[in-house]
């Protein structure tokens, strides 16, 4: 079980298994999760907290049933414990008072229109990742493989005298 | 879960306070006084929490030095220091003594050491330095895999062999991160470092703890700086060499060629000028003692003098010092005081009669002791147990059994010093061990091949170079 | 001390003043810089690590810079006024980063985030001053005493509040002892100061309260112009000039004021000539805010004259693209999704046949991976949630999450399963086997996904082809519900947060133009959906019935919207008659034109609504009579134009 989770929401089960397979390369140290709801997703991460897992990153859909993206990325904002999360709405249907409430309420991290780029999706979501981690994470050099490794190892450079000594 | 947590933590207490109840005439030792069959339970207590690691290795050295203030010292508690009837309570130890291991000799070497490290790392000079000493090795894997080995090696003889490993990986890491899954030749590569940082610790007295630790029981002056690197510099090159062949041959790599990013820029500051200056007239300072006359301890604490009054070291890097590594070294230093103070070593060492054991037997069992021990548990904690009683062994052989003292107590010491860092066979044995294998690149089994073929070639190595010289 | 600046950026001068006036409270401490484009700021040369905050228009030449100025000071906090279309929002936050979105005028909250974002970044700068602290912190203003004016002799320095609290403060201070005239005044509510039209002679500071100045209008009403708050100054214009008053000013709360008469005045300010200074500059400041104010109100009300003009003439065309827009708008959106999945579909397939087809693999595992992809491909996924369930349980044979949810999304994670294949090799050969798996699954499963895809799209299209097609002359027998689904299936994204009941009885064939009444329901739809603005309830229910000895069918379509007042029930079905925003489906003509279809099918709509607050609820119902031989038939272009 890895420390960190990657959580795909959309309701669209053909959409949300090819983000899946899109981001299946960091499954190695992110418990990649998907969700078709929103419900779902809430469900979820009570879960994964009892068993100590934390969000990194939401990729989440808007228009879905019941709640809303944007609404669900507000809400977890919101509370403490996944406020440092990336947010990222996947979508190609949120508009624009819908995009800037996310911006101002969601802390929206970025934003990837529907149909998207495997390898685009993939990139940015590293370069989120890295972000995350270099500023949650202390032991930094295990990331390096599967996400920015130049970003990383210059973070573990900079911090090279605070690592602990034998 | 919290049963499973206490159990070790339980062990390691409820032994030597057994220990502790059992009336002194019990334990095979003659004569023996009160303060040394305290001294025995600290001893055990220190090796159980060293080996078992419940808590951190500094905390464990914190505690000896707070059990033998309270058990031991002139100024402990009552019930301790009073001398009970029908037993020989034994000399007490001064509690000025017990708290100057705080400011021994070697702790003050090493933050010495921690100074120039931290300064050069706030100005980059390692980082400048090492990529212009990469660019000669050019491009061919080959090559480029000797030069990170042999820069890795150099800077871990005056800096932590951590931090060198650090560096070093932030050097390589980006480029191994574009190479191609499951290349061999990148495996090697990552190898290399861990390997060149740990064996590069023994060339130098502050390259790790354990050499410290080593001439701390040595006469003053018995070994200088310079001395030291006369034996484990060739001892290093010679291990190196053999560690680069063997990666080659284990770790062949599919592309003949690579490129590090190697630009860089030295800062020209003022104060990174003062960095520059302060740290090369310190290395030379080291080992020139013979012409001032300074010795490698009082040498060092001139940069920290230096760096403070220039504002190169401020108060928040001073918090950058690594005051666990030196906190483990006091704890060691605290218990070897109270055994060769309270007359315990000697009286252990001709117990065991040694004398008898033959010369070779008693070193190789020494040193493989220490071989084994640094593999599973913390190279500077080994040395703390196993140096005193090393000490005792060798004096006693060199001062009692006639004839067979061609063999003083240096190299003794420095065979153990040694070969406690030859063990690196697990991603647990050395911090650098540990950062290599965090990267993900190098699995256990990589480590356990070559540095059970390293550390072993070491251990031949020195046997041998001892029966030459005898 | 670095002097920090602020940079604002808009091409448009009123909304320059706007942010000016609404950041003129950091004035004191920060160089507030206004530029109308791009070009002035890059002239300027300022340094950019002195810049605390940027506020900008979004267009595409600042978003150029703005992506500049944040990949060097990743720190500077960037804020964008709600750009018009959303297109350049995405880019800004994808390429830089946005603290925040702002409306014209900056609310309160607004303006505190703003200052914590300031806060933020000059703790970061290790620039955050006591000093700052308090300006930003939103606390009372520094105390001011005598000392410090002759420090500042330079009132520019000061703000609006600390510059009046600094003259109201001396002024109490001058009457404190010697307050003889009776100078210092507490007015109760509803107490006259000045009188438009006549003279004035007094001039009032508000210590503490409200006053409000009022102005008549020419139909004999009284009109509002501001409400002066403590810190300001009543009667100043009147006073210096002698003009009669402007405007009547009335206290609206309890008010404490320091009211100095013409004589009064020339007395203190000869006594008291420290006073002079600051006074002087608060009397320019204060009426140079009421010009900035007019500047600002004419040119909103010129902007605004010059948008009512426009607004109306699009408003004929709006409505008229209106139907049209909102259906392309809907169908784009519906085939977003499938159209996304079936292209990351045929991407992963190009990388992944090709990779399976070039491996050299034994016939067991060639085996096994056929039949998994051929079970990917038939049958439909496992829920996320089941996956989650069984992962969890499959772990401790798998070893870890991935391998174990790979396995069970391919169906091999039962135990019986994990012997028969895996038992036999060690972790890091099942880890490649069942990545090998994994491959033939993606290969079925995509397969599999974007067929489901594909029919939808197909779907999709037959039911558009029936809007854009043309009814054959004669009328045929024709489904009513299918016509029905196939409305929905248009509206199905935005259904999505509906609750949509749909109770069909069996009714007969109706002979009738399909494709005409298509638009009826339609245009029902549409309206049920924004009548509700986006969530609740919509029931559509069939019915046979009997009127007249003739056989009718009923189609009703009911939202829980908040209600049609009765007053307004006949008025909808009049043309242009709208309830909606701009750019919304326009009702006026969608309910004529459905009017109009229905009544060439010699049927009826009626509308039952009702606006309680615990009921409430819309419905229109569409009576069609079954046996309908004769119906004028028509273009749906010709409808249109008859319906101007």
Redesign the interface.
């Known amino acids: 079980m890895n420390k960190y989770i990657i959580l795909c929401v959309d309701d669209e089960r053909e959409v949300l298994d090819s983000v899946l397979a899109d981001l299946d390369g960091l499954s190695e140290l992110f418990d990649l999760e998907a969700a078709q709801s929103v419900d779902e997703a809430r469900d979820f991460l009570t879960e994964s907290q009892q068993n100590q897992q934390t969000l990194a990153l939401i990729l989440c859909d808007h228009l879905m049933p019941g709640t809303k993206g944007v609404d669900f990325l507000i809400e977890l904002q919101q509370q403490g414990e996944y406020k440092a999360a990336k947010k990222v709405l996947l979508t190609g249907q949120a508009g624009l008072e819908d995009t800037v409430e996310a911006l101002n309420r969601g802390g929206l991290d970025f934003y990837i229109a529907k149909p998207w780029q495997g390898d685009e999706l993939f990139a940015h979501t590293q370069e989120l990742l890295t972000d995350y981690i270099l500023d949650n994470e202390k032991d930094l050099m295990r990331y390096a493989r599967l996400l920015d490794a130049e970003k990383i190892f210059s973070a573990i450079h900079a911090r090279r005298q605070s690592i602990s000594n034998d | 879960m919290k049963l499973k947590q206490w159990f070790p933590m339980l062990i390691c207490f409820a032994i030597p306070l057994a220990v502790l109840a059992l009336p002194s005439h019990v334990l095979p030792l003659p004569d023996l006084t009160l303060v040394q069959h305290r001294i025995i339970a600290i001893f055990l207590l220190a090796a159980l929490l060293w080996v078992f690691e419940p808590v951190p290795?500094f905390a464990t050295s914190l505690l000896i030095i707070t059990l033998e203030v309270v058990m031991l010292s002139d100024q402990g508690l009552a019930i301790f220091v009073t001398q009970p009837p029908e037993v020989n309570l034994g000399q007490l130890l001064p509690y000025q003594d017990i708290f100057a291991s705080f400011a021994s000799p070697i702790i003050i070497l090493f933050m010495g050491g921690f100074a120039l490290?931290?300064a050069a790392?706030?100005y980059d000079l390692d980082?400048n330095l090492a990529r212009v000493l990469l660019k000669p090795f050019g491009h061919q894997v080959k090559y480029v895999m000797l030069g990170l080995m042999l820069i890795t090696a150099v800077f871990s003889m005056f800096m932590?062999?951590?931090?060198t490993t650090?560096?070093m990986?932030?050097i390589l890491?980006?480029i191994?991160?574009?190479a191609p899954e499951n290349d061999l030749g990148s495996k090697g590569l990552v190898l290399a470092i861990p390997i060149a940082a740990n064996t590069g610790g023994i060339a130098t007295p502050i390259g790790t703890?354990p050499n410290a630790i080593a001439l701390q029981y040595l006469p003053e002056g018995a070994v200088s700086f310079a001395q030291w690197m006369m034996v484990g510099l060739p001892f290093v090159c010679v291990q190196l060499a053999l560690a680069w062949f063997l990666l080659g041959y284990l770790y062949p790599s599919k592309n003949k060629n690579m490129e590090l990013k190697l630009a860089g820029k030295f800062l020209h500051s003022p104060k990174a000028w003062v960095v520059y200056v302060t740290f090369a007239m310190t290395i030379l300072m080291w080992l020139t003692t013979q012409l001032h006359g300074m010795n490698a301890y009082v040498v060092a604490i001139i940069p920290l003098a230096v760096f403070t009054l220039t504002g190169v070291i401020t108060k928040q890097d001073l918090k950058?010092i690594?005051w666990?590594?030196l906190w483990?070294v006091a704890g060691g230093i605290a218990m070897g005081m109270a055994l060769d103070k309270s007359g315990l070593a000697v009286k252990l060492a001709q117990s065991l009669n040694f004398a008898d054991m033959g010369v070779w037997l008693v070193i190789i069992s020494l040193s493989l002791t220490c071989y084994l021990m640094a593999n599973f548990m913390?190279?500077?904690a080994t040395a703390n147990l196993l140096m005193p009683i090393a000490a005792a062994v060798a004096t006693t052989m060199s001062s009692g059994a006639a004839g067979q003292s061609e063999l003083g107590i240096i190299p003794v010491l420095v065979i153990v010093a040694f070969s406690s860092s030859l063990g690196m066979i697990l991603p647990v044995s050395?911090?650098p061990n540990a950062?290599a294998y965090?990267?993900?690149?190098i699995a256990t089994n990589d480590l356990l091949k070559t540095g059970l073929i390293i550390g072993t070639s070491g251990l031949i190595i020195m046997y041998s170079v001892m029966m030459l010289l005898v | 001390m670095t002097r920090y600046e602020l940079v604002c950026v808009h091409s448009d001068p009123e909304q320059l003043l706007l942010l000016q006036s609404s950041l003129a409270v950091l004035g004191s401490h920060f160089n507030l810089r206004l530029y109308r484009d791009h070009h002035h700021w890059q002239q300027a040369e300022l340094s950019p690590s002195a810049i605390a905050l940027i506020v900008a228009e979004l267009t595409s030449s600042t978003l150029t810079l703005l992506s500049q100025h944040a990949q060097q000071h990743p720190e500077t906090p960037i804020l964008v006024l709600t750009p018009s279309e959303l297109s350049l929002l995405p880019c800004l936050i994808n390429q830089a980063r946005v603290d925040l979105v702002l409306e014209g005028n900056i609310s309160d909250t607004q303006l505190h985030q703003i200052n914590q974002l300031l806060c933020h970044f000059l703790r970061q700068r290790q620039g955050l001053t006591q000093e700052l602290q308090t300006l930003l912190g939103g606390t009372s203003p520094p105390s001011l005493n005598p000392s410090q004016q002759t420090q500042f002799l330079d009132y520019g320095l000061y703000s609006d509040t600390e510059l009046s609290a600094l003259v109201i403060n001396t002024l109490y201070r001058v009457f404190k002892e010697n307050d003889e005239q009776h100078v210092c005044r507490n007015y109760s509510k509803n107490h006259l100061l000045t009188r438009e039209g006549e003279h004035n002679n007094a001039l009032w500071f508000i210590a503490k309260g409200e006053v409000q100045l009022k102005k008549s209008t020419p139909n004999s009403g009284e009109q509002e112009v501001t409400v002066m708050r403590s810190g300001s100054m009543v009667g100043g214009m009147s006073f210096i000039t002698g003009e009669p008053a402007f405007t009547t000013s009335i206290t609206l709360t309890e008010t404490e004021v320091i009211k100095l008469e013409k004589n009064q005045f020339a007395t203190l300010m000869k006594s008291n000539s420290e006073l002079l200074g600051p006074f002087t500059h608060l009397l320019l400041r204060n009426f140079n805010r009421r010009l900035q104010g007019s500047i600002i109100t004419k040119l909103k009300l010129q902007s605004t004259l010059q948008s009512l003009d426009a607004a109306h003439a699009q408003l004929v065309e709006t409505e008229k693209m209106a139907v049209l827009g909102q259906l392309v708008a809907g169908i784009a959106h519906e085939l977003n999704n499938p159209v996304a999945a079936i292209l990351r579909g045929t991407d992963t397939l190009k990388t992944k046949v090709p990779f399976l087809l070039d491996q050299d693999l034994d016939i067991k595992t060639r085996q096994l991976g056929a039949t998994t992809l051929n079970h990917a491909m038939k049958i439909t996924p496992l829920s996320t949630a089941l996956i989650r369930q069984r992962t969890k349980a499959a772990i401790p044979l798998f070893g870890n999450n991935a391998l174990a949810r790979k396995a069970v999304q391919m169906e091999l994670d039962s135990p019986e399963k994990f012997h028969q294949h895996f038992a036999k090799s060690n972790p890091s050969e099942m880890g490649q086997s069942i990545k090998m798996l994994d491959n033939y699954y993606l290969v079925g499963n995509f397969l599999r996904s974007i067929d489901v895809c594909a029919k939808r799209i197909a779907d999709l299209v037959k039911g558009l082809k029936h809007y854009a097609g043309q009814d054959v002359e004669q009328a045929v027998f024709a489904d009513i519900h299918e016509g029905i689904e196939e409305t929905l299936v248009i509206f199905e994204n935005k259904l999505k947060a509906y609750e949509v009941i749909k109770t069909y009885q069996s009714i007969p064939l109706v002979q009738c133009h399909p494709i005409e009444l298509q638009q009826i329901w339609t245009n029902l739809i549409a309206n049920a959906i924004d009548a509700t603005q986006g969530v609740g309830s919509i029931q559509i229910s069939t019915s046979s019935l009997v009127r007249d000895q003739r056989d009718y069918i009923c189609v009703s379509v009911e939202d829980n919207g908040p209600g049609i007042a009765k007053s307004k029930q006949a008025a909808i079905f009049e043309l242009n008659y709208t309830t909606k925003r701009e750019g919304n489906f326009g009702l006026g003509i969608g309910l004529t034109v459905c009017q109009q279809i229905i009544k060439r099918h010699h049927g009826e709509i009626t509308v039952s609504s009702c606006t309680d607050e615990e009921n409430h609820f819309t419905r229109f119902d569409v009576y069609l009579p079954v046996i309908n031989p004769i119906i004028k038939q028509r273009a749906r272009a010709e409808n249109l134009q008859e319906s101007q």
């Open positions: 290795v490290a931290i790392s706030k980082m932590s062999n951590t931090a650090v560096m990986l932030a890491g980006p191994i991160a574009c703890p950058l690594n666990d590594v483990l913390s190279n500077t050395t911090p950062l965090s990267t993900g690149f």
